[in-house]
């Protein structure tokens, strides 16, 4: 079992019922709260993942990793309505980017591997920017996705579970892929479910949100680290 499999872990769909009036007030509140707190989010990330590399820490295995993950995912969901809530999407977060150090790690080591980190934290950030320019700018509705994204992401992650466990690596950069397509789809769905009033709550979306990114993230350095491995 490779140390970037692991990446497959923490995919998560937080689908969402109901529209609402596009581009209210309330909407563009929470949509604004979202985007704070996800900067915020991901600048702790990062932070605790650079620290995480720099440390050498070890990597806390599949177990520990999905019973940290969805233990903290429940959590944050059940006080999403309080204060307590904020600080568990940042217990959660800075979780995620202590996983992240070692994998991180593992690329580095590689021959072009800080090549590989850079290209797929820009190919991240391209994607995130062209998804949520789309849901704000479209006037087409992206709901229908949910259903889609929902079984997708269950068949993705019972695949990379698979690829891991029999170790087929056409099988992993498959998985990749579709995890590229998928949170590329979960970013545009979600950002449109907060502007058309059918996600309420900024906590949950800024981790919906999140989780996107770090799989987009992860996935893309799958694919890049399997095509660029000399």
């Known amino acids: 079992m490779s140390l970037n499999d692991r990446s497959y872990l923490s995919g998560q769909v937080l689908t969402h019922g109901g529209v609402g009036v596009q581009g209210s007030a309330g909407s563009r509140k929470v949509l604004r709260n979202t985007y704070l707190l996800l900067a915020m989010t991901l600048a702790f990330s990062a932070a605790v993942a650079g620290i995480s590399a720099a440390l050498n820490l070890p990597h806390p295995g599949i177990l520990i990793t999905l019973v940290g993950y969805f233990g903290l995912l429940f959590a944050v969901s059940k006080f999403r309505d309080r204060a307590l809530g904020v600080g568990l999407v940042f217990a959660l977060t800075g979780f995620m980017g202590y ?86 789809g979960l970013i545009l769905y979600e950002t449109q479910a907060i502007i058309q009033g059918g996600e309420t709550n900024y906590v949950m979306a800024t981790v919906s949100l999140f989780v996107s990114i770090y799989n987009l993230f992860t996935s893309l350095l799958q694919i890049l680290g399997i095509f660029g491995d000399d």
């Open 99 to 184: 996983t992240l150090g070692p994998i991180l790690n593992h690329y580095l080591a590689l021959p072009n591997g800080g090549e590989i980190v850079m290209m797929a934290m820009g190919g991240t950030a391209v994607i995130f920017l062209a998804m949520s320019a789309v849901a704000l700018t479209s006037k087409r509705d992206f709901s229908f996705l949910g259903n889609f994204l929902m079984v997708g992401m269950l068949v993705a992650f019972l695949a990379g579970l698979a690829a891991i466990f029999f170790e087929l690596p056409l099988l992993s950069l498959v998985v990749s892929a579709a995890f590229v397509l998928l949170m590329s």
